[in-house]
Antibody, heavy 117, light 107 residues
């Protein structure tokens, strides 16, 4: 069964770059869609972006200028970078993986990222 | 971007009740809609995909319907494990969007 394990820094200062990585184990990595989603404390889900098996990334229009999603198929990992963070970016960040019919089938455990001076 | 509007925001119900949550898209999304369940401190879990397909392992009391702009998630007989927040998400466009969530709480 496919499992996602994510990691990265949990405390950032304003203007720093958020960097998270998600590793896939227990199944095939190729041919899928890999996504990042965030959830501010006490709020709903916010889709950040996705990269698919052809390497094309798609981003939330509100974050597009600051976000990069990349994939390393040789390591079965995909990553998120979010530049110039502010307190408004404080959230639990989730990675997720799926197919065209179910883009967010399998989720990582979530990482709380706090932005504070 | 396609806007997704769920209703109600909160729903109070009892064990055994039939529960319906609705989700409306700001433009047609065909059947590119998924429903998720989220419990406190946990990642969301997929329940329904392509509007009406039940994910493997999800109890059959959950069902989804709709196409175009109007969709529903139905729980036929609410169980104690079902008290949670439910989200719809469209994936018609390459800017995926979620509804704001519906909290199902104990009456």
């Amino acid at each position: 069964q496919v499992q996602l394990q994510q990691w990265g820094a949990g405390l950032l200062k304003p203007s720093e770059t958020l960097s998270l990585t998600c590793g896939v184990s227990g199944g095939s990595f190729r041919g899928y869609y890999w996504s990042w989603i965030r959830q501010p404390p006490g709020e709903g889900l916010d889709w950040i972006g996705e990269i698919n098996h052809s390497g094309l990334p798609y981003y939330n229009s509100s974050l597009k200028s600051r976000v990069t999603i990349s994939v390393d198929t040789s390591k079965s990992q995909f990553s998120l970078k979010l530049n110039s963070v502010t307190a408004a970016d404080t959230a639990v960040f989730y990675c997720a993986m799926g197919s065209r019919d179910i883009p967010l089938r399998t989720w990582g455990q979530g990482t709380l990222v706090t932005v504070s001076s | 971007d396609i806007q997704m509007t769920q209703s109600p925001s909160t729903l109070s119900a009892s064990v055994g009740d039939r529960v319906t949550i609705t989700c409306r898209a700001s433009q047609s999304i065909n059947t590119w809609l998924a429903w998720y369940q989220q419990k406190p401190g946990k990642a969301p879990k997929i329940l329904i995909y392509r509007a009406s397909s039940l994910e493997s392992g999800v109890p059959s009391r959950f069902s989804g319907s709709g196409s175009g702009t109007d969709f529903t998630l139905t729980i036929s007989s609410l169980q104690p494990d079902d008290f949670a927040v439910y989200y719809c998400q469209q994936y018609q466009s390459y800017s995926r969007t979620f509804g704001q969530g519906t909290k199902v709480e104990i009456k």
